[in-house]
């Protein structure tokens, strides 16, 4: 079925202390369970299921934070992975800067 059907209806609290898994067909009292869901985006998420949330925004990296994965750890795999010795190339500040800032979003 629907998974967002599903968390609809193990938030209710009228249905949720008598919950039956329909796999094992087995009851469970979901009533005192804590349920974390993530998402990228709320977009697609229907209104009955937000209202039954707490939504919580954690924000994402920011170009500073970016930078230095980027230098430490993303160029040099780049380069191994195509060949390139860190002297055979130069890619100056401003340019990962742009490449980060415009070109990366987070997962």
């Given at each position: 079925g629907?998974?967002?059907?599903?968390l609809l209806e193990v938030l209710d609290p009228e249905?949720?202390?008598n919950f039956i898994d329909h796999y094992l067909?087995?009851?469970?009292?979901?009533?005192?369970?804590?349920?974390?869901?993530?998402a990228n985006s709320l977009r697609n998420i229907s209104r009955p299921?937000?209202?039954r949330m707490e939504i919580i925004?954690?924000?994402?990296?920011?170009?500073e934070d970016?930078?230095?994965?980027?230098?430490?750890?993303?160029?040099?795999?780049?380069?191994?992975?195509?060949?390139?010795?860190?002297?055979?190339?130069?890619i100056n500040e401003s340019t990962l800067k742009d490449i980060v800032s415009k070109y990366t979003r987070e997962a």
């Open positions: 629907d998974p967002a059907a599903a249905q949720n202390s067909n087995v009851p469970f009292d979901l009533s005192q369970v804590l349920f974390i869901a993530t299921l937000l209202d925004p954690v924000t994402g990296y920011s170009l970016k930078l230095p994965i980027a230098t430490r750890h993303l160029l040099p795999r780049q380069l191994g992975e195509h060949g390139l010795k860190e002297n055979e190339i130069q």
